[in-house]
T-cell receptor, first 115, second 116 residues
Framework: ETGVTQTPRHLVMGMTNKKSLKCEQH?????MYWYKQSAKKPLELMFV???????ENNSVPSRFSPECPNSSHLFLHLHTLQPEDSALYLC??????????????FGSGTRLTVV | AQSVTQLDSHVSVSEGTPVLLRCNYS??????LFWYVQHPNKGLQLLLK??????LVKGINGFEAEFKKSETSFHLTKPSAHMSDAAEYFC??????????????FGKGTHLIIQP
């Protein structure tokens, strides 16, 4: 385990369902991120939270809704998704807000399939 | 704007032979550069990072990378491949160095195959 835990590991949902992805870190990091990893494409930054405040929303469709109730937990709420949203969703955290010098710690991801 | 190009989508080497994974970048700023590895069904793990200190960077599992500004390259090498090195490798550049970054730019990845 890397210190960033994502649940569930796998999720299959219909286009009309509502589900949530969860990310948890107890590394004392101040920033958390959601990334989307699709086949044959580079990782895409979706959302960034620093000290529980959203600081980046990378033109993500509104059917994805993030929530950061505290510095240790990050959620991604999903509703009315499309098949093209099927991907691996990765959560990451960093010690300091977006400071790349420290590197990011990634979770193992949630493999999402939309049917 | 910045970008990362991983020159090979797949690299296949025999166990015990050297590994070379190529990465070129472009950046308007002094970049921080990283290599991450992703094993099947796992998240990304940081292998090594360059943040404007020594140009030859040593990482975990015997990997190292050299930052060559004149060539805008940051190739990843390992003297002797092991079966456990089979994975996807990502070259990453940050938009800024030392904080205030706006996120990371990832390459498309190189799939490393180790032949027995």
């Amino acid at each position: 385990e890397t210190g960033v835990t994502q649940t569930p590991r796998h999720l299959v949902m219909g286009m009309t369902n509502k589900k949530s992805l969860k990310c948890e870190q107890h590394l004392g990091h101040n920033a958390m991120y959601w990334y989307k990893q699709s086949a044959k494409k580079p990782l895409e930054l979706m959302f960034v939270y620093s000290l529980e405040e959203r600081v980046e929303n990378n033109s993500v469709p509104s059917r994805f809704s993030p929530e950061c109730p505290n510095s240790s937990h990050l959620f991604l709420h999903l509703h009315t998704l499309q098949p093209e949203d099927s991907a691996l969703y990765l959560c990451a955290s960093s010690q300091v807000f977006l400071s790349s010098n420290y590197g990011y710690t990634f979770g193992s991801g949630t493999r999402l399939t939309v049917v | 704007a910045q970008s990362v190009t991983q020159l090979d989508s797949h690299v296949s080497v025999s166990e015990g032979t050297p590994v070379l994974l190529r990465c070129n970048y472009s950046s308007s700023y002094s970049p921080s550069l990283f290599w991450y590895v992703q094993h099947p069904n796992k998240g990304l793990q940081l292998l090594l990072k360059y943040t404007s200190a020594a140009t030859l960077v040593k990482g975990i599992n015997g990997f190292e990378a050299e930052f060559k500004k004149s060539e805008t390259s940051f190739h990843l090498t390992k003297p002797s491949a092991h079966m456990s090195d089979a994975a996807e490798y990502f070259c990453v550049v940050s938009r800024y160095s030392g904080g205030g970054a706006d996120g990371l730019t990832f390459g498309k990845g190189t799939h490393l195959i180790i032949q027995p």
